[in-house]
C-alpha cells in the first residue's frame, strides 16, 4: 500500500514537529536532486530554521522523484538521531516522520520535499544523507548475498511474504530482517528445522542466525501483529566463525581436553568414549549465554545448568566404560560462545570417615542414608557437595552446635553447604529426598576456602 494511504492518519501534531516555522515547502534551499544515488550534507544550527512545536531545527531538501519507485534514505554525522520527512510539493506527507532511515514510495513524478530535523531543540551538528533506489524482491528466491527491499501488504501480514533459500555448502548462516514500518517477525522451516525469531537484531528487528546443511528451505517474513505493512530489508549471508571456534555437531571430545564451540540458538552434540571407571566432570563455560548440560549413555542421563557457578554448568557423574552422549545447550535465545572440558577422575569408595580435599564415591539403598563422620582440623570455611544422577540428594551435617541441611543448593537435584566450621568433629547425612530413590552418589569435601 502507498505510504500516502498511511500518513493520512497520522495527528497534525506529527507534522508541526517537522515544518519549519509554518513556511510553504515550496521555498527551495538547495538544487534540485533528481540522479541516484545521490549524497546530500548539511548541518543544523541556531541559525537553521525553527520548528514552532517543538523549538528544533530542520533543514530541507528538493528531490524530483518517480512515482512508483521505491527509495531508501540513510543518515549518518554527528547529528544525533535525525527525524526524516518526506512532503508534496503541496505540503502534504508522503513518508515519515522517521529516525535515521526512511523509506520512500511516491505514487506519482514530481518534486518532494525532504526535510531533516533534530531530535529535540538541543540536537545541533553536521549530517550526511544518503539516498538509493532500490526494486522490492517481495517473494522467490533468495541468493546467498542478498540485501533486498520487500514489501508486506495488509492482506499477506498474516502468512508473511514467502521466499526459498536454497544452501549449497553446510555452513552458518545469518538472515536479518529490519523496518521502521513495523514490527517484524522471521520464520524459517525445512530439514528438521524450525526457527522463528522477533527481535533478535535490537529492537522490532528480526536476525536468526544457526547452522544450515545442505538442502532447500522455505523463509516467511512479517510482521507481529494483523494488518501490519510496509517496507523491510532483508538480507542473507555466510557468518564466518571466529577463530578457533568449531560446530562440530556430532564431534568426538577428548577426556582431559578443551573444545571451543559456539550455539546460535539450538544444541551442540558430542560423542565421548570411556575406556574404565571413574568419576566423569563435564564443565561448560561461557560468557555469552546461560549454560545447559545434558550426558546420556550407559544407563545414564544427567542435566546441570549452575553447579559450576554464576550461568556456568557442571555434570560430576560416576560412569562405567562405555559410548557418551553430551549435549552442550543453553536457556533462551540468542548466541554465544563457550567451552567444554572433560575429565575422568579416579576417585575411591566411601568409608565411615572423609576429611577436607577429599572426594569420594558411595551408594544410597532405598530409604537408608548414610553417615560419615568428618574430621576438620583447621577452623574456617568448606564447601561439602553431595552430587547423583540417580537421585535427589539431600545433605545434613550436625556437630559443634550445628545442624544443617540442604537440597540443591550444587543446582539441580543436588546438594551442597558451604560454611564456617571449627575444628572438630562433625557428621555428614546423606540421603535422598522424601527418602525415596536410590543409586551412585558424590561427595565432596573442600580444603578451607
Known amino acids: 500500500m502507498p505510504f500516502a494511504l498511511r500518513a493520512v492518519a497520522l495527528p497534525l501534531a506529527s507534522l508541526a514537529i517537522l515544518l ?13 536532486v533528481s540522479e541516484m544515488p545521490a549524497t546530500l550534507t548539511g548541518e543544523l544550527s541556531s541559525q537553521s530554521e525553527i520548528n514552532l512545536n517543538d523549538g528544533s531545527r530542520s533543514q530541507s531538501f528538493e528531490l524530483q522523484l518517480q512515482g512508483g ?18 512532503l508534496s510539493e503541496q505540503g502534504e506527507l508522503i513518508s515519515g516522520p522517521r529516525n535515521e532511515t526512511l523509506f520512500l514510495q511516491p505514487e506519482k513524478d514530481g518534486v518532494y520535499h525532504l526535510a531533516v530535523s533534530g531530535k529535540s531543540d538541543r540536537d545541533f551538528g553536521p549530517f550526511r544523507v544518503e539516498l538509493t533506489s532500490d526494486e522490492l524482491t517481495s517473494e522467490g528466491a533468495l541468493e546467498l548475498g542478498a540485501e533486498i527491499l520487500g514489501q508486506l ?58 547452522m544450515l ?46 573444545t571451543t564451540g559456539m550455539l546460535t540458538g539450538q544444541p551442540q552434540t558430542y560423542r565421548l568414549l570411556v575406556e574404565q571407571s571413574g568419576l566423569l566432570q563435564v564443565n561448560m563455560q561461557s560468557d555469552d549465554i546461560d549454560s545447559l548440560l545434558e550426558l546420556t549413555g550407559a544407563g545414564i542421563s544427567a542435566r546441570d545448568d549452575d553447579s559450576g557457578g554464576g550461568l556456568d554448568a557442571l555434570l560430576s557423574v560416576l560412569v562405567e566404560p562405555g559410548g557418551y552422549r553430551i549435549n552442550a545447550a543453553q536457556h533462551g535465545n540468542g548466541e554465544g560462545v563457550f567451552t567444554l572440558r572433560t575429565e575422568l577422575i579416579e576417585v575411591a569408595q566411601l568409608g565411615d570417615r572423609i576429611a577436607p580435599g577429599e572426594t569420594r564415591v558411595g551408594r544410597l539403598a532405598e530409604g537408608q542414608p548414610t553417615v560419615v563422620a568428618l574430621q576438620v582440623e583447621q577452623a574456617g570455611r568448606y564447601r561439602i557437595t553431595l552430587r547423583s544422577s540417580n537421585f535427589d540428594a539431600t545433605l545434613g551435617l550436625q556437630g559443634q552446635g550445628l545442624e544443617e541441611l540442604d537440597d540443591d543448593s550444587a543446582g539441580g537435584t543436588n546438594a551442597q553447604l ?32
Not at 519549519?20 to 534540485?32: F, L, W
Not at 519507485?69 to 518526506?86: C, F, H, K, M
Not at 528451505?217 to 571466529?242: A, H
Open 153 to 210: 501488504q495488509a492482506r499477506s501480514a498474516n502468512n508473511g511474504n514467502q521466499y526459498r533459500l536454497q544452501i549449497a555448502e553446510k555452513g552458518l548462516y545469518e538472515l536479518v530482517m529490519r523496518s521502521t514500518e513495523f514490527d517484524t517477525v522471521l520464520k524459517l522451516r525445512g530439514k528438521d528445522l524450525n526457527r522463528t525469531d522477533d527481535d533478535g537484531a535490537g529492537g522490532t528487528d528480526s536476525r536468526v542466525l544457526t
Open 20 to 32: 519549519s516555522g509554518c513556511k510553504e515547502p515550496t521555498a527551495a534551499v538547495a538544487p534540485v
Open 213 to 258: 546443511p545442505e538442502g532447500s528451505y522455505q523463509l516467511t517474513v512479517g510482521g507481529i501483529d494483523t494488518g501490519d505493512e510496509g517496507i523491510y530489508s532483508l538480507s542473507f549471508k555466510r557468518w564466518e566463525m571466529p577463530e578457533g571456534v568449531t560446530l562440530g555437531d556430532g564431534d568426538s571430545l577428548k577426556l582431559g581436553e578443551e
Open 69 to 86: 519507485s521505491v527509495y531508501r534514505v540513510e543518515t549518518s554525522g554527528a547529528l544525533n538521531q535525525p527525524v526524516l520527512l518526506l
Open 418 to 449: 558451604e560454611l564456617y566450621l571449627e575444628a572438630g568433629e562433625y557428621q555428614l547425612i546423606n540421603n535422598t529426598f522424601g527418602n525415596e530413590g536410590a543409586g551412585n552418589f558424590v561427595l565432596s569435601v573442600s580444603a578451607p576456602l
